[in-house]
């Protein structure tokens, strides 16, 4: 039996009833930690007495004597009636008058033999807030006991009784009670009507039902205590091995004897109990051997069991609570008998050791508990073996726009009547302000109207308003205003007036508001004071006077609030506007933000993000805590409690919105039970009588925490405890409370300032400390959802005992937890400050995934097992962080393993983890190469790290698209400081997982370039420069400048897409661009400069050179830089000046009057270079070199279908944006594209097509339905709208080309669904080398290698007198995969790619007739990473074919391809640039 309970219940009690009230003494607060102590042994060596019974009248009286054998006695069993009622009925009912209108009824049935009994009790009664307040009476017991079953929705009230909530159905309330307990012989209770405070007794006392019972008459006979024990279990296994107190274990324990007492009198012997119960538990050899191992140690001594209990229960303590193993428990038992015996051999008498004990006079050889932890190092967690993939959580991604409210905001009484006043407000508005009266509202709208002052109020209050009123001179103070400016029937008071309100109707509608105008002449009034007067009650502004100014109200500087795109903004105008309200106190938003949640569920993803940043900003102190409002703790956690429930169930039925939800949950506090809540101010009185410390700062402490507690509170104790432990330093309380955020003048800004600093007595120091430690938990029970003590002890239960008028409190244990859970939970509180933190950390993760399962189950406890998660999580980062020291000297195999550990973190904390678990099995597969010592490991590991960071990245794009707008625009209606509005985001990221697994990557990043001899950078074009550094965030917002002057770019992000823009003789970025990418191409065609730089300081340092003049020299490998002066850069541009470039023209073609070609007929006169190349490579190329069957849509098609009647309209539209678009106005690109997708196809062209793509052999995309040819249609006038696109427009600007000459034809080919693709160029680019193949592989389409799509592609080299012995020189690390269906694709073949000195390859759109599914890879189990035959077999055939195209053309070749099943596939091949 592993379950520490279990056995506790199993061997009846941890100690003896002296024992508990030892610990009682010591300590009167129960946590989970307690009672771990020789729970297998402890009862066995105190065996009870058996138990007598005698029956006197209508009462059971339980003695403590052996009972003589033979004598009869009787068992009451209690079943159940009301009042006096008559055992031989089976049913019995009465009904009682309580007041007019409310009558009960009670009722309640015998048993049959065996089985629990049901009260019934019903209110008729129009109330909807009625409670049973109750509890059970047991045997020789005048006090209410608690049973353990209970109606739904029972709670613990001051630890002294239940109170259940009745079930409303029409006019009845109702309520059954269902008792299985033996022990009960009556039930007591009150009926309290919490709306109306009002309690209903019967005759001014307690309603008393006496309850039947049902006699067994059996002989004197004992049950072994062993079977009870067992009984005992098998009841704790029933109940669902819940944890109980030491009290409710003795209640189970009596409880299982009085079961096996009633099997005795119905005839059942001691062997057939045995025989029955042994069977149902499976009692194991093991339970046998404790009970004879506990029985042989028992008899070696006379000692009593309950002093070596005792004895052995302080040495546990002192050893600091270990958790023992059953063998160390029996020998620890033995030490405390030994201990003892010395004490009887030296003379003591008994009743001497028992004072001794008490006194701890006890001479011990147990070392004191260290003062600080010591390393765990070789203590560690057996971690289970998981399939990561179990892991996997994956939603389809949704675009962030704006979520519009669905239906238009329906204005209130008070807000129409504002809008018509200023409507007919012929001067402008000074002020205007609509404060909330409970329900209702009240408006103040002051303007300037035909010259005077006008001061309009109004007020949908119910009962006659009175306005009691002055005017200002001076802001404030109260003047009686002058009677030519009161309103009719004022009436004048000395230093006052008051006028009554006038009820109106607004736009005839039928509610009715009360509406009052005042005209102030006088200039040199400057303001108005008010009360109202209403039902008798007059009504202020949060207890102070209402104040209005009869002038603008200065405007804080402040950016625009904007349009709120990307936001909920009909939300976030919500809480601007409740903002005032809610700064009264955390109850006040707490409870707004619960009324908001439904309102942000509907809105989604971003309405979430509304209610993060809000809370956020709260938690951060970037709003107001509490404003003039005195709340009770119990309010707040009451709230709290509210809207954590809110956002459990939202957790439940949105798993989509599961990580934003968590990111909430860990802004608020935990919230809890009334009584939990109820502790923070019944508590701090407790620990200011106990220790006699009621005045200075604890009196204001207890001031501010009576009138309203905050997280601040939790670092105060905290500071006062560190205070306390540095033997009264009073700079250790300073530093800890202004290390979070707390200085002098914070603790001064509260409405119950702390002025005075701690200043305690020597003889307080340990009191203190021990009672700030309990209160801790009480504040983080409440405040702390993430902190890891009070989450695990809110998930495993505990009981706070009451003391005096403090209630006390006991949270119960969730159910369902795993087996061995408590244990693994000890282990990691155990560790939690080691030093070496690695067997931390796998304590950590394996707690989180034994969590794991629970998190997606229904639990109504739910939000304390995600507290528990996000505490964990919290934890790891924290442990991270302290084991950086660890790190200094270690092993790449380490600090890989620390990185596996943090990534299993990070994602078991996010909701669409796919890429990263890819990255945590590359990281797996990194340290199995390692350890076989693999050639190529650094070189892998470095891939894994370039993609963890690419996700790492993503996931921050990810945030800062959801959270930044909601923060900017929530931020500025709020007035937040602009500092943590900028850095909202980045503050989100740095708080997480996400920010130690960086730091992680960074550490390793230079031990795996320097291993795998990688350098700090990537030569891409090797291309000496001189320029003026300019630093700017991507490539993509430049790529259309002109630079004057001779630029080198600093680019923090390039796709692989950009142009490199004018004047720019160089790009350096960290980024990771595809050496064969556009972009990469582009360099080294325009002659300029571009690395990539994988040391982030020695891009740092460039960086810094901004605006300063640059010369780089680069190697293949490396880039050296050096400042040069400004005079300097003449000389240099006239010796490195370079020939002008050619000319470049292009030739306009016409249509040849065919709309589609085969492969046969292509000429330079109707298609281009692309086409004619892939149709030369056929029957030239080795067999075994694939190339598809194309076909053509000629030079000048697209103009022919332009001229077509078909497109008249479409054509005359063109003509109008082209014109737009030559008089300079480039925003109409996009229009030109999407008018070309307007066209319709001729019948001729259709017909054409079809007939050659089907006598080449290739599917007609017509055959499969009308639909299909409407998708290949859209396809081909793509490739005609991207003669269009901003990239390909902008660069034939660049070189002078007539962009009306630009022709273009499209290539056909059907798609080879391809497993890997390749672009090969059979010169090295990097270093010019012509005997060396430089090529580049990607998973499934080539798209991905040469568009914009992030991380690199593996690459190698090959020698072409050696193309056997290809040589890798990076892995992929692209996430992201492209596959098909078979299709069709149709490519751009212009005019204009292919230029002399211009490479325009890559500028146009090739398009596939179905979209390609994005697939995220993973490589950790791909045949060309893993089996290194194939990936020389693989790679050796593309070296083999390129070098064999190469010699079909005589000169370097650009050559693109694909694997399919082993096999080689060229698709297209064009000059090298």
């Given at each position: 039996?592993?379950?520490?309970i279990?056995?506790n219940?199993?061997h009846?009690?941890l100690?003896?009833?002296t024992?508990?009230e030892?610990?009682?003494r ?5 946590s ?5 102590f020789?729970q ?11 138990i007598s ?6 009462r059971?009286?339980?003695?403590k004597?052996k009972?003589?054998?033979g ?7 209690s079943?159940k009636?009301?009042l006096?009622?008559?055992p ?14 409310v ?12 089985s ?12 909807d807030?009625?409670l049973?307040?109750?509890g ?10 608690l ?9 613990v009230?001051?630890n ?9 159905s ?16 009556a039930?007591?209770?009150l009926?309290y009507d ?6 209903y007794?019967?005759?001014g ?5 006496n ?5 067994f ?5 004992s ?5 009870v ?14 944890m109980?107190t ?6 189970e ?7 096996l007492?009633?099997e ?6 001691t ?29 070696k ?14 040495r ?10 059953a063998?160390?428990?029996l020998?620890e038992?033995?030490e405390a008998?030994?201990e003892?015996q010395?004490?009887l051999?030296k ?11 008490t006194?701890?006079?006890?001479q011990?050889?147990?070392p004191?508990?260290q ?6 190092s070789?203590?560690?967690?057996q971690?289970r073996?998981?399939?990561i ?7 389809e ?5 704006e979520?519009?409210s669905p239906a238009p905001?329906?204005?209130s ?9 200023e409507?007919?407000?012929d001067?402008?508005i000074l002020?205007?302000k ?17 010259g005077k002052?006008k001061?309009?109020?109004a007020?949908?209050?119910?009962d006659?308003v009175v306005?009691?009123?002055a005017?200002?001179?001076?802001a404030?103070?109260w003047t ?8 009719p ?20 509608q ?5 509406s009052?105008?005042?005209?102030v002449e ?15 009650n ?8 209402f104040?209005?100014e009869?002038?603008?109200s200065?405007?804080k ?7 709120g795109?990307?936001?909920?903004k ?21 409870n707004i ?23 956020r ?24 409690d509210r809207?954590t429930?809110l956002?459990?169930n ?7 919105y ?5 990111m909430i ?12 809540g ?6 701090i ?14 009196e204001e402490?207890?001031q ?5 507690t905050?997280p ?12 306390l432990?540095?033997d009264f ?11 979070n ?7 001064l800004s509260?409405?119950r ?11 307080q120091?340990d ?5 700030l ?7 983080k ?15 495993l ?7 005096g ?5 006991q ?5 369902g ?6 244990e ?18 796998e304590?950590?993760?394996e ?8 998190l997606?189950q229904?639990?109504?406890r ?16 924290t442990?991270?962080e302290r ?6 000297n270690?092993?790449p ?7 596996s550990?943090?990534?299993e ?15 945590l ?9 390692f ?6 490991w650094?070189?892998f ?26 923060a900017?625009y929530?931020g500025?209606l709020?007035g ?5 509005v900028n ?12 920010a130690?697994l ?5 550490r390793?990043?230079p031990?795996?370039?320097?291993t795998?001899n990688?350098?700090s950078?990537?030569?891409i074009?090797?291309?000496e ?12 917002s430049?790529?259309n400048?002109s630079?004057s002057?001779p ?5 923090k992000s390039?796709?692989g897409e ?9 790009v350096?970025?960290?980024d990771?661009p595809?050496?064969?990418s556009h972009v ?14 994988f040391?982030p300081?020695?891009l740092?340092n460039?960086?810094a050179h ?16 050096s ?5 300097e ?10 020939s ?7 030739e306009?073609?016409?249509f040849s009057?065919?709309?589609?070609i085969?492969s046969e ?8 270079a ?15 070199v694939?190339i598809p069957?194309?076909v053509a849509?000629?030079?000048?098609t697209?103009?022919?279908v332009?001229?077509n ?6 054509a005359?539209?063109?003509l ?18 999407n008018t070309v ?11 054409e097509?079809k007939e ?8 007609w995309?017509?055959?499969e339905?009308?639909?299909r ?14 003669k ?9 600007r660049?070189?002078k080309?007539?962009?009306?000459c630009?022709c ?7 798609i080879v ?6 672009v ?8 010019g ?19 914009a799509y992030p991380g ?5 080299i090959?020698?072409k ?8 020189l990076?892995?992929?690390s692209k996430?992201i ?5 078979r299709?069709i694709?149709f490519?751009s ?6 230029l002399e ?29 893993i ?6 077999s ?8 390129a070098?064999?195209i190469?010699?079909l ?9 694909v ?15």
């Open positions: 039996m592993s379950n520490t279990g056995n219940l199993l009846q009690s100690l003896s009833p024992v508990l030892h610990q009682s010591s300590n009167t607060s129960t989970i930690w307690g009672n771990t020789l297998h042994q402890a009862n066995s060596l105190t065996h009870r007495a058996p019974t005698e029956f006197r009248g209508r059971l009286t339980l003695q004597n009972l003589q054998m004598k009869m006695y009787t068992i009451l069993r079943t009636a009301v006096a009622a008559d031989s009925s089976v049913q019995q009912m009465e009904k009682f008058r309580l007041d007019e209108k009558e009960l009824q009670v009722d309640v049935g015998l048993p049959t033999s065996g629990a009994s049901v009260v019934n009790i019903q209110v008729t009664s129009s109330s807030s009625l049973l307040h109750w059970a009476i047991k045997k020789q017991q005048d006090k209410w006991s049973p353990q079953s209970r109606p739904v929705g029972t709670m009230y001051k002294r009784a239940l109170r259940s909530p009745f079930v409303k029409g006019a009845n309330a109702a309520l059954s009670i269902e008792i299985d307990d033996p022990a009960i012989e039930l007591e209770f009926i919490e709306a109306q405070n009002k309690w007794k019967y005759n006392g307690n309603f008393h039902v309850l039947p019972k049902t006699e008459t059996i002989p004197n006979i049950v072994p205590e062993d079977l024990q067992i009984q005992a279990y098998l009841r704790w296994e029933r109940k669902g091995k819940q109980y030491p009290e409710q274990e003795k209640e324990y009596e409880a299982a004897r009085m079961e007492l009633e005795v009198a119905r005839g059942a012997s062997q057939d109990l045995r025989a029955k119960l042994t069977s149902k538990s499976g009692t194991s050899e093991s339970k046998d051997q404790f009970v004879s191992e506990s029985k042989s140690i028992a008899s001594s006379n000692i009593p069991d309950d002093l070596v209990q005792i004895q052995a229960y302080i546990w303590e002192k050893a600091g609570k270990p958790n023992f193993s063998e160390q428990k020998k038992f033995e008998r030994k003892l010395v004490e051999d003379g003591s008498s008994l009743e001497d050791i028992r004072k001794k004990i006194k701890g006079e006890i011990t050889n147990v004191k508990k003062a600080t932890k010591t390393n765990f070789n203590d560690r967690v971690r073996k998981r399939d993939m179990s892991l996997l959580t994956k939603f991604p949704k675009s962030i726009k979520n519009i905001e329906v204005l009484a008070i807000k129409q009547f504002s809008m018509d006043k409507a007919h407000i001067g402008p002020n205007k609509i404060y909330k009266l409970g329900d209702k509202e009240f408006l103040v709208l002051v303007a300037k109207s035909s002052t001061v309009y109020l007020t949908d209050l119910p006659p306005l009691h009123w005017l200002s001179k001076n404030g103070e009686a205003p002058p009677s030519t400016m009161m309103p029937d004022s009436v004048s008071l000395d230093t006052a007036a008051e006028t009554n309100f006038t009820t109106i109707s607004v736009n005839n039928p509610y009715k508001i009360q009052l105008e005042i005209a006088d200039e040199n009034f400057v303001g108005m004071p008010f009360v109202l007067l209403s039902g008798g007059w009504i202020k502004n949060s207890g102070s006077d104040y209005v009869f002038k603008t200065p405007a500087v402040q950016k625009d609030a904007g349009d795109e990307g936001t909920a009909f939300l976030l105008d919500k809480i601007a506007d409740l903002e005032s309200e809610a700064q009264k106190s955390f109850m006040h938003r707490f933000a619960a009324d908001l949640m439904e309102q942000a569920t509907s809105a989604g993803e971003v309405g979430l993000a509304g209610i993060l940043v809000w809370m900003y709260m938690a951060t102190r970037q709003l107001i805590w509490n404003k003039n409002y005195n709340v009770k703790p119990r309010e707040i956690s009451k709230a709290q809207l429930d956002l459990q939202v957790y439940k039925s949105c798993p989509e599961r990580e934003i939800l968590r949950l860990s802004t608020v506090g935990r919230g809890g039970e009334g009584d939990v109820q502790r923070i101010r019944d508590e009185l407790v620990i200011q009588r106990n220790n006699d410390c009621k005045g200075g700062l604890m402490w207890h501010k925490l009576h009138n309203n905050s601040d509170d939790v670092v105060i104790c905290q500071a006062l405890m560190d205070y432990k540095s330093d009073i700079s250790v309380y300073w530093k800890t409370l202004n290390d955020g707390i200085t002098k003048e914070r603790l509260y409405d300032a702390i002025h005075s600093e701690p200043n305690f007595r020597r003889d120091k009191g203190l400390l021990r009672d430690g309990h209160y801790m938990r009480t504040l029970a409440v405040h702390s959802g993430a902190d890891l003590e009070s989450a695990i002890t809110n998930c239960g505990y009981k706070d005992e009451g003391q008028f403090m209630v006390g409190v949270i119960n244990p969730v159910q937890l795993p087996a061995g859970f408590p693994l939970l000890r282990f990691v509180i155990n560790h939690i400050e080691d030093r070496n933190v690695e067997a931390l950390l304590g950590l993760l707690a989180r995934q034994e969590l794991r399962p629970l997606s229904s639990n109504d739910l939000k304390d097992i995600l507290f528990l998660d996000i505490a964990l999580d919290s934890a790891v980062r442990a991270v084991g950086y020291e660890e790190l200094n270690a092993s195999e380490k600090i890989m393993y620390f990185i550990l943090v990534a973190n990070l994602t078991l904390s996010v909701g669409d983890n796919e890429d990263l678990l890819y990255c099995k590359g990281w797996n597969l990194a340290r199995s190469m350890k076989s010592r693999d050639e190529h650094a070189l590991a470095k891939s894994v790290l370039d993609r963890t960071r690419l996700s790492l990245a993503s996931k921050a794009e990810a945030y800062h698209q959801l959270l930044q707008p909601s900017e929530l500025t709020l937040v400081d602009q500092g943590a850095i909202f985001t980045e503050e989100i990221i740095r708080a997480g997982s996400a130690s960086s730091s992680l990557l960074n390793l990043d031990v795996l370039r320097k795998a990688l350098g950078w990537q030569v074009s090797p291309v420069a001189v320029g003026y550094v300019v630093v700017v965030d991507q490539l993509l430049v790529q400048k630079y002057r630029t080198i770019l600093v680019a390039v796709k950009e142009e490199i823009p004018d004047g720019a003789v160089a350096l970025t960290p990771m595809d050496v064969l990469s191409v582009r360099a080294r065609n325009s002659k300029v400069c571009f690395a990539t730089c040391d300081n020695i740092a460039i960086e901004e605006g300063k003049l640059l010369r780089l020299k680069p190697t293949s490998a490396d880039v050296v830089y400042e040069m002066k400004d005079d850069l003449v000389s240099s541009a006239n010796s490195n000046e370079a002008s470039a050619p000319s470049l023209s292009l306009r073609k016409e009057g065919r709309y589609a085969a007929e292509f000429t330079n006169e109707l298609v281009g692309k086409s004619r190349n892939i149709a030369h490579l056929k029957g030239k190329v080795p067999s075994w694939n069957t194309s849509l000629p030079f000048g697209f103009e022919a332009l001229s009647n078909l497109n008249q309209v479409v005359e539209k063109l109008v944006l082209k014109k737009k678009l030559y008089e300079g106005d480039f925003s109409c690109l996009g229009e030109i594209r997708l307007e066209l319709s196809a001729p019948p001729q062209l259709i017909k097509l050659k793509m089907q006598s080449s052999g290739m599917p995309p017509g055959d339905g009308a639909e040819w409407e998708q290949a249609w859209m396809a081909i006038k793509k490739v005609w709208a991207s269009w696109n901003e990239r390909a427009y902008f660069s034939t660049k070189v080309l007539d962009h009306d630009l273009m034809a499209v290539l056909v080919q059907e669904n391809a497993d890997y693709a390749f090969i160029h059979t010169t090295n680019p990097s270093s080398d012509s005997s060396e193949i430089y090529a580049e592989v990607v998973k499934g389409l080539g798209e991905t290698l040469v568009g690199r592609a593996l690459s190698f090959c020698k007198n050696d193309l056997k012995s290809p040589h890798i990076g892995y992929p996430p995969g492209l596959f098909i269906r299709s694709i490519r073949d212009s005019n204009g790619e292919d000195g211009y490479a325009g390859a890559g500028l146009y759109d090739s398009v596939p007739m179905d979209e390609e599914d994005k697939v995220v890879l993973d490589y950790s189990s791909d045949a060309l990473m089996d290194g035959d194939f990936r020389h693989i790679l050796s055939s593309i070296a083999v074919a070098n064999a190469e010699e053309y005589g000169s370097p070749q650009d050559i693109e391809g694997v399919k099943d082993g096999k080689i596939y060229v698709v297209q091949t064009r000059p090298q640039m």
